[in-house]
Nanobody, 128 residues
């Protein structure tokens, strides 16, 4: 079964940067190429929300309005890794960040129900 592990979270001051990584493993007859990968986040007391997604083969990218222009999602299929570069961080970006995989090669969704596999989350704290 596909497994995801998010890392790279930490404490940063407002205006700073962090780079999250999502390591994906457990493929059988497929590869990371066959999965769309999304990042979601959940702030304390709030519902989980979509952050960014990159399609299988990396041809399309989709960001939430709240992070557009500040965050960049990318994938390195040779390393089975998807990254989220976060710049100009704001206190409202504080949350647990999750990566997730969708095996639909045609999908690029902001709906968490589309994603079959989830990592355990990494905490990002942005101080003001």
């Amino acid at each position: 079964e596909v497994q995801l592990q998010a890392s790279g979270g930490g404490l940063v001051q407002a205006g700073g940067s962090l780079r999250l990584s999502c390591a994906v493993s457990g493929f059988t007859f497929d590869t990371l190429d066959d999965y769309a990968i999304g990042w979601f986040r959940q702030a304390p007391g709030k519902e989980r929300e979509f952050v960014a997604a990159i399609s299988a083969f990396g041809g399309n990218i989709f960001y939430s309005d709240s992070v557009k222009g500040r965050f960049t999602i990318s994938r390195d299929n040779s390393k089975n890794t998807v990254s989220l570069q976060m710049n100009n961080l704001k206190p409202e970006d504080t949350a647990v960040y999750y990566c997730a995989a969708d095996p639909d090669t045609l999908a690029l969704s902001d709906y968490e129900g589309e994603y079959d596999y989830w990592g355990q989350g990494t905490l990002v704290t942005v101080s003001s």
